[in-house]
C-alpha cells in the first residue's frame, strides 16, 4: 500500500517570500502521479500542481513549483511570492497511474496548515 | 461551468440518528468519489462510483454506512445510526472519467454527532 508522509503540521511565511512544503511517500510502483492540493477554510480541496513520475521535468505553474526526486520519494512544492491568499492547508496525495480498482484512488498526507504574515 | 454541489453544509444530529448527504457531481463527469475527512487528517475514500455502479466500496463502513447513485448523476451518503466518531467532514469529487486524473471536489458537509 501506498502512503504519504507530510511530517511539518504547520509553516508561517512573509508576504512575497519563498516557502517550501515537504512531502515524502512511499511505493513500489513506477508509475504513479503525484498532486498538491490547497483546501482553504471554505474546505473546497483545489488542485494546486501536479507531476508524472516518468517525468524527469519538474512541473510548475506560475508561483508554484515542485522538486521531485523519485529515487528519494520526495516531493515538496515551493511557492514564490507568497500572497495572503496562499493561507490555507496544503495537501500533497498520490495516486496510481493504473486506474483500476483501490489504484484509482487519491492518498493524502496529513496536510500542512501554511500561515501568510502580512 | 458549475462545480460540485455538495448540501447540506453543515449538519448537527444527536448520536443514533440518521444523516443523509448529497452530492452532484459536474455534469459529464462520469465519476464519483466520497471522501471522509478527519479533523487534522487527509481525506480517506469511502466509495467511487462509475455511472451508477459502486465500483470501489472496501473502505465503507456497511454495517452502518449505504450509498447510491441512482440514474449515475447525483449520489447520497447515509448513515444510520450516527455514531460519536463520525463527526467529520464528507467530501464529494467527481472526474470526467476513471481514468482522469483531475479530480474536482465539492465544499464538503460538515458533520457534527453529540
Known amino acids: 500500500a501506498q502512503t504519504v508522509t507530510q511530517s511539518q503540521p504547520e509553516m508561517s511565511v512573509q508576504e512575497a517570500e519563498t516557502v517550501t512544503l515537504s512531502c515524502t511517500y512511499d511505493t513500489s510502483e513506477s508509475d504513479y502521479y503525484l498532486f498538491w492540493y490547497k483546501q482553504p477554510p471554505s474546505r473546497q480541496m483545489i488542485l494546486v500542481i501536479r507531476q508524472e513520475a516518468y517525468k524527469q521535468q519538474n512541473a510548475t505553474e506560475n508561483r508554484f513549483s515542485v522538486n521531485f526526486q523519485k529515487a528519494a520519494k520526495s516531493f515538496s512544492l515551493k511557492i514564490s511570492d507568497s500572497q495572503l491568499g496562499d493561507a490555507a492547508m496544503y495537501f500533497c496525495?498520490?495516486?496510481?497511474?493504473?486506474?483500476?480498482?483501490?489504484?484509482?484512488?487519491?492518498?493524502f498526507g496529513k496536510g500542512i496548515t501554511l500561515s501568510v504574515r502580512p | 461551468e458549475a462545480g460540485v454541489v455538495q448540501s447540506p453544509r453543515y449538519k448537527i444530529i444527536e448520536k443514533k440518528q440518521p444523516v443523509a448527504f448529497w452530492c452532484n457531481p459536474i455534469s459529464g463527469h462520469n465519476t464519483l468519489y466520497w471522501y471522509l475527512q478527519n479533523l487534522g487528517q487527509g481525506p480517506e475514500l469511502l466509495i467511487r462510483y462509475e455511472n451508477e455502479e459502486a465500483v470501489d466500496d472496501s473502505q465503507l463502513p456497511k454495517d452502518r454506512f449505504s450509498a447510491e447513485r441512482l440514474k449515475g448523476v447525483d449520489s447520497t451518503l447515509k448513515i444510520q445510526p450516527a455514531e460519536l466518531g463520525d463527526s467529520a467532514v464528507y467530501l464529494c469529487?467527481?472526474?470526467?472519467?476513471?481514468?482522469?486524473?483531475?479530480?474536482?471536489f465539492g465544499p464538503g458537509t460538515r458533520l457534527t454527532v453529540t
Open positions: 469529487a467527481s472526474s470526467l472519467t476513471p481514468d482522469t486524473y483531475e479530480q474536482y
Open positions: 496525495a498520490y495516486r496510481s497511474a493504473t486506474f483500476t480498482g483501490a489504484n484509482s484512488k487519491l492518498t
